[in-house]
């Protein structure tokens, strides 16, 4: 056997006794230091199972690439009710499975604003009594069906839903269309001006994007966000870019296939830079569906929460979530309200996360700094050390400030207990109270409890 | 009773430095005028307790935190020492990469940004599989200087080793000597021709030591972990290292250092069918001792055996007979003592019961100068390991306390490992400790021998 440390220079790197590193410094020995630190509490018994396990190397390298390797298109834009088989009283929800006793404000506010936009009560005071009382209705998480929501992520059955499948691995995912931003239903608004506006959305909006869809062909998502990423969107907090792309993209399909209503169509999609997320999240949620169910891979393939609970999924542990209490997010408010008005973490937007965008993404989009009132060199060093807990660096999305370097992709529970850094997540605040709507965004840090049960579970595996 | 208004107690959430470099910061602080303790250590359940003990008011911390517990005569010397700690914890604060950008927190990350040839891995045992086998599944060979380490997991690590076409030298591995670069506590060696495989770290320093002694050099020595030539481990490693060697145009003749292999494992090594000679020094009843196996190596290459070192003492003191005890660093060293003195009661400070939670005593002495301390009489046999890693000054320490106990009447016998390029200098070490009273030998078979004339044995 050849071993090729006896030939050439040494080279070390050193984790440990800071000592022994100096003693190879004083003999001018080329080394580097890692900046080692126990693992989580409680993590390393199983940490050393985990580690052990004969399948992680490749079930990992297996999962990973699938993930980076989906080719998210958007294909079409259709009813919830003909692509879910959702019928009248059944409600997806983002994050993890949660009943109306546990719901928090703005998911409950959503529900009711649902409710009231499927007919199924006159008020807001009827709609919460049927929803509390469970008659005919049925909860279930949009991450059971393929699906993903922004903060609430209630999805009811007519609801008009992105249509994103996985051309390489044939996939397909689906997401609600974005409302913009203030008071709407996603944040917990269910007044008359939400209602209408998810009305006009069903009527209008959703038909007059399909026909165009139909006209221009599926939009290629992959590509999409990549440019966004270099024109300084990270996919999650900012969507400008996106937006703009999707825009250009669409607009002469538009207006072919929707004259009649084209200008309010392409003013209502510019008039909100977010517009674009919820195609991107149905693109991050096909790409991580595509690496779930490998045996032994310890991969996250979701992060979701539900304004009370924050929960992930992982490749080799099926469909089981492993949840912590969803904390409040670090940032900015609009106008008047403050964190005592800030409903802890909602959303199934941590999918652009999971997926390496978003607060992974950071360094590509320094703009977004300020809502947490941070500096440039704050997004450089969010990015960095998520490539500390993800296993590969995604090779088509990439950060123009970082060298063109792919962004950190494919989060290890493992790396996550190892290390103590918990995934960066950037987010919109929704307000506590039903009703409120969004009261901020910043960044939110997922419990660290998930990452060590889903380990537990992996070691029990 | 203690006035708390000169006591610093706090509690540093995520702040980790090793136990070797916060026992330093410790010191540090303790030696300063005015301090009257100092404890810096992470917060374990273990420094928790030392700190209560002490009378201090420890906050509730976890074992990722730092504890910090000062307490000092008077509120400006409680600043003093305050400041003084931070100046020790930024200059001991893990170095940053090129471009300013954060170190890695794992070796897999490491191993990304930096090109290596090897790791060498000293975190507390239980958590050294992780980074050990980063190094593997990146394709480096791996030093496991860290203890504790359990066998599956050193059989796993070994197996993929083998698979990757790397070596894994260790757990438990405290010498290594790679491309020149000495790894561990690792002698200065000059180049050439001896080819070392080591199952003990002092085992190997001393047959390495005399041999550059002789003027005689290494090309490699590669430490393989004192449990590789177990049944259970089965010479995994050594057996990859004997070969690795064979195959090495630089080297002329391998010395395999081990206690007594198992018999499947001894026939295994020997069934090697290796081009280049192998010397064995197996340590053990009936077998050579670490000196004569040098001498053997010596005469295998043709050179002359020259007269090892060694520094009488003094004669002026009057003799008092007594018990043999043995006060060991190094493992091999304590038992190769043990065996020749024939009788005694020897310790070896470097087993893991006593470095569970502490420093090795190659740079902590505090356990070996209390145990020298509480000897009133008949004769210690010593040992003192120079080079890298090691103590950067042991005969400061061990020099007062010999005289202390040459005074007691006590003879004091020491074993200084080491050679002429090593850091602290070998001569200068056992001329200081052999003015102290001592009688100091570099051969530690020798310095047994003398400890046993000594003792009347």
Known sequence: MTLSMLYGEPRVITVGAQVLGEALDRQAVPRREVDWRPPLPGASGALARVLADPRRESANATAVGRMLSARPMLTGVRPAREVLGLKAGEFFHAGPPITWERASGPMRGALVGAMLFEGLAATPEEAEDRLASGAGITLDSCHHHRTVGPMAGVVSPSMWMLEVADAEHGGTAYCSLNEGLGKVLRYGAYGPEVIERLRWMGEVLGPALAAALERCGPLDLRTLIAQALQMGDELHNRNRAATSLLVREIAPAVVEAAPDHAAEVLRFINGNDHFFLNAGMAAAKVSADAARGVPGSSLVVAMARNGTDFGIQVSGLGDRWFTGPAGVPDGLYLGGYGPDDANPDIGDSTITETAGLGGFAMAAAPAIVRFVGGEVSDAVAATTSMYEITMAEHPAYQIPGLGFRGTPAGIDVALVARTGLLPVVNTGIAGRMAGTGQVGAGLVS??????????DALADG | MNDPVNDLVEVRPGVYRDSVTLMRVSRALTDRPGVAVAVVAMATELNLGLARDLGFAVPPATPGDLLVAVRAAS???????????????????????????????????????????????????????????????????????????????????????????????????????????????ANVLRPGPVGVVAASGTGAQQVTSLLDLAGVGVSHVLGVGGRDLSAEVGGRSAVQALRALDEDPATELIVLVSKPPAPEVARAVRDLDLATPVVAALLGPGQDDLTTAAEKVLRALGRDVPEWPSWPAPASRPNTAGALRGLYAGGTLCAEAALLAGAGDFTDFGDDSYTRGRAHPMIDPALRLEALRGVASGVVLMDVVLGHGADPDPSSWLAPAICDAVDRGVHVVVAVVGTDGDP???????????EAGAAVFTSNAAAARHARLLAGG
């Not at chain 2, 200087?145 to 083998?162: C, G, H, T, W, Y």
């Open chain 1, 446 to 455: 997922p419990p660290a409890g998930a990452f060590t049960a889903a380990l």
């Open chain 2, 75 to 185: 509120p400006a010397e409680l600043e003093d020492a305050a400041a003084e700690l931070e100046r020790q914890l930024a200059a001991r604060a893990p170095a940053s990469g090129t471009r300013g950008e954060a170190p890695p927190r794992t070796t897999r990350s490491a191993a990304r940004a930096f090109e290596a040839s090897l790791a060498l891995v000293s975190v507390p045992g239980e958590h050294a599989f992780a980074e050990a086998l980063d190094a593997v599944e990146a394709g480096l060979s791996v030093m496991i200087f860290s203890d504790n380490m359990p066998v599956e997991q050193e059989i796993l690590l070994k197996d993929r080793a083998r698979a990757k076409g790397v070596l894994v030298m260790g757990p438990d591995c405290g010498t290594a000597v790679v491309g020149g670069a000495g790894l561990g506590f």
């Open chain 2, 424 to 434: 602290q200098g070998l001569r200068a070490q056992a001329a200081r400790l052999n």
